[in-house]
């Protein structure tokens, strides 16, 4: 008799829609890289949907998965314990199933600050944050709990920049401003790290946040979260100007990584993953 399992490891994503959603081929390629006999299943679910697809996760003892838009929030009724980071976020977009018990996390931001980490030391640093929608909440706490000094959040929308603001003040030893974003945004000069947490960028290499071109100091890390085309109009201008840029496919990638390492305790390949991304949204670049 064969000693072979046929039994694999079962993962996946639920969000809608979601055809156009590349994390499967990222962590099959991590899987395969590393010999793991696991499988990413990129699933439609609907909103109604929701709670019968997290019981078949559970009843077919999935080792875990995501959750994409319009989930992140309603995903948590379902749920029996949150992460700090996710508590405070209010969000979840990797859910663990743990003898039956599912754990939600916000890898969001983590993938995020696992990229920065890479160039920067965002200890005691000051930050400048565009954007207040879900990736700058999720960004903006963890920036706070990994020990950032201060960040001042800009949005068309005062008031959601000023949600986030006194979120991090409340939730977090990191100080925060909120500020309403009126014709070209200027980088303070004390400012160490500026992220583009807004849409603007994704699908059109042209669009680019309105930021004062002439305020974007060599001495700057300035990150852009759009994954697709990578090297976004404000990072092209950036790196003319001397700053030390981040993608937003490092973000993407990491979360992939961390969403493994929580559900089956290993850690893939990140180049392996990044180059996949990249071949996939090369003819775009
Ligand atoms: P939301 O819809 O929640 O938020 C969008 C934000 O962009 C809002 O703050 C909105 O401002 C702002 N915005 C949109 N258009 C403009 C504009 N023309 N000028 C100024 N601000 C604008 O989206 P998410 O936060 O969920 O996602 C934001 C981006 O992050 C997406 O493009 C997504 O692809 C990317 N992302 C990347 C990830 C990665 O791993 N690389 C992970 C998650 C997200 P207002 O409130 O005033 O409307």
């Known amino acids: 008799m064969s000693s072979q399992s046929f039994l694999s490891i079962l993962t996946g994503s639920f969000s809608t829609p979601c055809a156009d959603n590349p994390t499967v081929a990222m962590i099959e390629a991590g899987y395969r890289a590393a010999g793991i006999d696991a499988r990413y299943i990129n699933c439609d679910v609907k909103p109604e949907a929701l709670g019968d697809a997290v019981s078949g996760a559970v009843a077919m003892e999935w080792a875990g998965f995501n959750c994409s838009l319009p ?8 749920l029996d314990e949150l992460a700090e980071s996710a508590k405070i976020i209010g969000a979840v977009n990797c859910v663990s199933i743990r003898d039956g018990k599912l754990i939600g996390d916000n890898t969001d931001g983590k993938g995020f600050l696992a990229s920065l980490k890479e160039v920067t030391d965002p200890s005691g640093k000051r930050v400048l944050l565009l954007g207040a929608g879900g990736a700058a909440r999720a960004i903006a706490v963890e920036l706070g709990l990994a020990g950032v000094a201060h960040i001042t959040v800009v949005n068309r929308d005062p008031e959601k920049a000023e949600t986030i603001a006194a979120l991090v003040r409340d939730r977090t030893a990191c100080d925060a401003a909120a500020q309403g974003w009126e014709g070209d945004v200027r980088v303070p000069d004390d400012t160490d790290i500026v992220i583009n947490a807004t849409s603007v960028g994704l699908g059109g ?11 974007l100091r060599k001495e700057l890390v300035v990150a852009d979260v759009i994954p697709n085309p ?18 937003g ?32 949204f090369g003819a775009s670049e």
Request: with cysteine; net charge negative; proline share 4%.
């Open 205 to 215: 290499a042209e669009a680019m946040p309105p930021l004062a071109q002439e305020t």
């Open 230 to 247: 990578p090297k976004t109009k404000l990072l092209r201008l950036a790196k003319e100007r001397g700053c030390t840029t981040l993608d």
């Open 249 to 280: 496919l490092g973000m993407l990638v990491n979360q992939g990584v961390i969403g493994v390492e929580l559900w089956l305790g290993q850690t893939l390949d990140a180049d392996v993953m990044q180059k996949t991304l990249q071949e996939i």
């Open 71 to 78: 989930h992140k929030v309603a995903v948590i009724d379902h």
